[in-house]
């Protein structure tokens, strides 16, 4: 999807392990969000960041850390990867408050 | 957090017109309405935003009704690349940044 850049796109870890899934835009969006999507189930927010230097928790936070390392750049650490974490991570900008979101094309995480 | 009901399923046929409803009523003055799609393996992609009334563009419909309660995403004449899972979502007014999609209705267009 042209715009944001997830990376990696596969991954898999073992319980325990850490992980930091990177997200970047170059459409010079000021929000950033990070949301996770389990099988058959919609996206839930995880933290999300309103502009550059902020952020906040979303839905589900529990086990995540981020980092809004600049305008363009929006990471998602997993500090001790669980099974229960097993999911596909999407990132999504959006330029502003009332302006549709555009979605990278996820990163797939299993932990074993 | 305004939150939405819709269809889990539908089924439709090439060709044919598809509509979701979106029921959502506790939405807020400030909240607009918006429509994503997303195949298999993508990241949900955006279709269409509203407020009030009728939206048109080139891939679909939104009708919003007075009070706001609902609205209508219509897909005229579907082909079976069409077949995905629809969300709708409600918010996006001012500071409402903790959107969160449900399950969507997944929409299977056969030949």
């Known amino acids: 999807n042209a715009g944001v850049t997830q990376t990696p796109k596969f991954q898999v870890l073992k319980t325990g392990q850490s992980m930091t899934l990177q997200c970047a835009q170059d459409?010079?969006?000021?929000?950033m969000y990070w949301y996770r999507q389990d099988p058959g189930m919609g996206l839930r927010l995880i933290y999300y960041?309103?502009?550059?230097?902020?952020?906040d928790k979303g839905e589900v936070p529990n086990g995540y850390n981020v980092s809004r390392l600049n305008k363009r750049e929006f990471s998602l650490r997993l500090e001790s990867a669980a099974p229960s974490q097993t999911s596909v991570y999407f990132c999504?900008?959006?330029?502003?408050?009332?302006?549709?979101?555009?979605f990278g094309d996820g990163t797939r995480l299993s932990i074993l | 957090l305004a939150k939405t009901t819709q269809p889990i399923s539908m089924d439709s046929y090439e060709g044919q017109e598809v509509n979701i409803t979106c029921s959502h009523n506790?939405?807020?003055?400030?909240?607009?309405i918006t429509w994503y799609q997303q195949f298999p393996s993508q990241g949900p992609r955006f279709i269409i935003q509203?407020?009030?009334t009728k939206v048109t563009n080139e891939v679909a419909s939104l009708f919003i009704p007075a009070d706001r309660k609902s609205s209508t995403l219509s897909l005229p004449r579907v082909s079976l690349s069409d077949t995905a899972v629809y969300y709708c979502?409600?918010?996006?007014?001012?500071?409402?940044?903790?959107?969160?999609f449900g399950a969507g209705t997944t929409v299977t267009v056969r030949a």
């Open positions: 999504a900008t959006t330029p502003g408050t009332d302006q549709p979101q555009h």
């Open positions: 459409m010079n969006h000021n929000s």
């Open positions: 960041s309103a502009s550059e230097g902020t952020t």
């Open positions: 506790n939405i807020a003055t400030n909240d607009y």
């Open positions: 509203g407020y009030k």
């Open positions: 979502l409600v918010g996006l007014g001012t500071n409402d940044y903790k959107l969160s």
